[in-house]
């Protein structure tokens, strides 16, 4: 993981249209969902050969923590295609926070955005949210060959995405979605490769010291 590179997480949020109040005139336009999920584990990640699983844990996305954030709805991971906002807590982007996740609401514009927004999370179309973060905070567990990631902190989280397609055809929370890297993206990415080898060296090395020193120590001279 590195502070500088834009993480991408996809899960099955179950969006949703908001029923109409029965005295109220017209059809709904506030779409709902969740866009995070705690204390879940995902299914396996891949992050340019780096194989993993992950965790969020609550204190990763405070109330606190989110209404210091400037945080888009997007659709598509397309900046251009911003529907929803919410700048320090403010905008017609709503979050809030339970003990499952962070869950979202705002009511589409009336322009063709939000009319095709409505339309295709009517008919399905869009069934996934994503959310784009970096991070600070985690921990990395190693048991056998399965590496588990656990978030604590989040350095930002600068929007959350409408969409579909993950890269992952498991319908659980966050399987990564497709994205194309940056040039920046993929330097970062060959610097953190040539850094996973080196940790994994240095701790084979490690691991090979211990037990030579544990055989001397066996050793009766």
């Not at 059809?27 to 780096?50: C, K, M, N, Q, Y």
């Not at 056998?144 to 350095?155: A, E, L, N, Q, W």
């Not at 959350?160 to 993929?186: C, F, H, W």
Request: glycine letters at 4%; a negative charge.
């Amino acid at each position: 993981m590195n502070e500088t590179k834009r993480e991408i997480r996809t899960i099955d949020c179950k969006l949703a249209i908001r029923e109409i109040a029965p005295d109220a005139e017209g059809e709904s336009r506030t779409i709902t969902g969740t866009a995070i999920v705690f204390d879940s584990e995902s299914e396996i990640l891949d992050d340019w050969g780096a194989r993993f699983r992950e965790i969020i844990k609550p204190d990763a996305a405070t109330m606190t923590f989110l209404n210091s954030q400037d945080i888009k709805m997007n659709l598509l991971h397309d900046r251009d295609l911003t529907i929803a906002r919410a700048n320090k807590g403010i905008g017609n982007l709503r979050l809030s926070v339970d003990e499952k996740g962070v869950n979202f609401e705002f009511d589409a514009p009336k322009c063709d955005l939000g009319d095709r927004a409505l339309e295709l999370v009517r008919n399905g179309v869009y069934s996934g949210c994503s959310f784009e973060f970096y991070p600070q905070d985690y921990t990395i567990e190693e048991v056998g060959d399965s590496i588990t990631v656990t978030h604590t902190r989040f350095k930002a989280i600068t929007a959350l995405t409408i969409g579909m397609d993950p890269a992952y055809s498991q319908t659980s929370v966050n399987a990564r979605e497709l994205v194309k890297p940056s040039d920046k993206e993929e330097k970062t990415r060959k610097i953190d490769e040539e850094k996973i080898k080196k940790e994994k060296l240095e701790r084979e090395m490690l691991r090979r010291a211990r037990t030579l020193k544990r055989i001397s120590n066996d050793i009766d001279f």
